[in-house]
């Protein structure tokens, strides 16, 4: 499947993004989808996770209550919603898609396929 992260820019603290991320090529609830992030000099590390049917849903502690994932099957289309952003937020963004739900969705092996990246600033 391929990815195309949109959505990302500039804000200031307390704004909000919608990221959005268009699978192609593979049918897309075949997939459990995630988005991840990674900041300069950092590891790529997990945000988000949505199974199948997007009736499961995981959080990093950091984002847990002001980030919300979800997709759309009709349109092929994964969002993160973003709300009170914080400087800390600052990243590239990465949409991944998966095999495995629950547990697994947390870790970056589990998925075989990434888009792009796209770059929110969080200005303080």
């Known amino acids: 499947v391929q990815l195309q992260a949109s959505g990302g820019g500039l804000v200031q603290a307390g704004g909000s993004l919608r990221l959005s991320c268009a699978a192609s090529g593979r049918t897309f609830n075949n997939y459990v989808m995630g988005w991840f992030r990674q900041a300069p000099g950092k590891e790529r590390e997990f945000v988000a996770s949505?199974?199948?049917?997007?009736?499961?849903?995981y959080y990093a502690d950091s984002v847990k209550g002001r980030f919300t994932i979800s997709r759309d099957n009709a349109k092929n289309t994964m969002f993160l919603q973003m709300n009170s952003l914080k400087p800390e937020d600052t990243a590239v963004y990465y949409c991944?898609?998966?095999?495995?739900?629950?547990?697994?969705?947390?870790?970056?092996?589990?998925?075989?396929?990434w888009g792009q990246g796209t770059q929110v600033t969080v200005s303080s």
């Open positions: 949505i199974s199948w049917s997007g009736g499961t849903t």
């Open positions: 991944a898609a998966g095999v495995s739900g629950g547990i697994a969705s947390l870790r970056r092996s589990n998925y075989g396929s």
